[in-house]
């Protein structure tokens, strides 16, 4: 029970702006699907910068082993808490209303520069699922039971396509 409630305060997903919600829904339900309910929280890089440093500086004595950060347009959160911290840090580029269906904030999150790496998944939803997945990998690396669990997810996915392929004419 104790490691239970250890591994639901492992992952924070911080997300820049509270319009990011709905595409990393898809995330925080990931994590949860696993077991592990993340620490959301909004922060800023260019709206409330030293929100955003003071909470990677001590994200590791918090207890966090993972953080995902997502943000469009400039998307220099992910960054900025890289800068900040020696965990993890998963950038989700998200899409804008207006822009370039996200591409800005893909390469605004994956061109980090030496030293300050950023893991990057997909623009948007499917993105957000895969960084929680990331996370659990990491995660997994140091928990069995979450290393099971993602072999079951595996396990699955492989069976999923095989019964798609057997419908195939």
């Known amino acids: 029970m104790a490691s239970e409630k250890k591994r639901k305060s492992t992952v924070a997903v911080v997300i820049g702006s509270d319009s990011d919600l709905a595409v990393m829904q898809a995330c925080i339900d990931t994590l949860e699907d696993f077991g592990i309910k993340p620490v959301v929280r909004i922060i800023s890089a260019h709206r409330t910068p030293k929100v955003a440093a003071e909470f990677a500086q001590k994200a590791a004595g918090a207890g966090f082993k993972v953080i995902i950060a997502a943000a ?27 822009g370039p269906a996200g591409l800005d904030a893909l ?3 994956v061109q980090m520069p030496s030293g300050v790496p950023v893991a990057t998944v997909a ?5 957000a699922k895969n960084a929680a997945i990331l ?20 396990a699955a996915q492989a069976k999923e396509v095989a019964r798609k392929d057997s419908t195939v004419v």
């Open 72 to 98: 469009g347009m400039a998307a220099h959160l992910a960054g900025a808490i890289a800068g900040w911290t020696t965990l993890p840090v998963i950038g989700v580029p998200l899409a804008a209303k207006d």
């Open 107 to 109: 390469l605004s999150t």
């Open 123 to 127: 623009i948007g939803k499917a993105g």
């Open 135 to 154: 996370a659990v990998q990491i995660l997994a690396l140091s928990d069995k039971k979450l290393a099971d669990k993602l072999a079951r997810l595996k």
